[in-house]
């Protein structure tokens, strides 16, 4: 009876080694598979939803709920003819912050500022590189060039540099996919300026 539960025993723990083996191979093989493009489109897609992109980068219209993305100009930033918002000093003393109807445009203690269009137009990231969108969200690059300005409040690209480089990549593929909008909003206009 000693010899029987010692064989079950051991062949019970053959076994779930070999199965954590199996496993463990599986996913290292999983791993090394990179995701295909729709699916990094997908992902990315799901991603500018969720981080709440079009809330500043898309124009607005105004509807019986309130506000919603004006899908023509999705994710093309501030456009011309949409009211600049102006903070008086008294705001900018107790740090308030004005948004311009739309939220495209914000002022503050630190300035004006403008959301980037970032569709897949020439205006917007259409000729960016992987590398230089992954700057301006790891680093707050100002069109991801090592060179330029920082990128100015309320984008809160110190929150979205801790996204994994995957997850950058992914938002990356999707907006070079969307529909492009040729708009250059204005630059940052520094407070006092």
């Known amino acids: ?29 999983t791993a090394k598979v990179a995701p295909s493009k729709d699916s990094l489109v997908k992902r990315g897609a799901y991603l500018v939803v969720a981080m709440g992109c079009n809330d500043c980068h898309s124009p607005k219209k105004m509807g019986p ?13 501030f456009h011309e003819g949409t009211p600049v ?59 991801g060039l090592d060179a330029g300005r920082m990128i100015m409040p309320p984008m809160p690209w110190e929150d979205f540099a801790h996204l994994g480089d995957g997850d950058i990549k992914a938002i990356f593929y999707y907006l070079k996919t969307t529909k492009p909008v040729k708009n250059v909003p204005p630059d940052f206009k520094p407070a006092g300026k």
Request: with cysteine; net charge neutral.
């Open 1 to 29: 009876m000693k010899a029987l539960i010692t064989i079950l025993t051991l062949t019970g723990f053959v076994w779930i080694m070999n199965s954590c083996s199996s496993t463990q191979q599986t996913d290292a093989a």
């Open 85 to 143: 918002p102006v903070a008086s000093p008294d705001q900018l003393k107790y740090g308030q912050v004005v948004f311009a109807p739309d939220l495209t445009a914000a002022a503050g203690p630190w300035g004006t500022t403008f959301s980037a269009n970032i569709t897949s137009d020439a205006t917007g990231i259409g000729s960016w590189k992987e590398e230089q969108f992954i700057n301006a969200i790891k680093h707050g690059k100002y069109k």
């Open 65 to 77: 709920q309130g506000p919603y993305v004006d899908t023509a100009l999705a994710l093309s930033g």
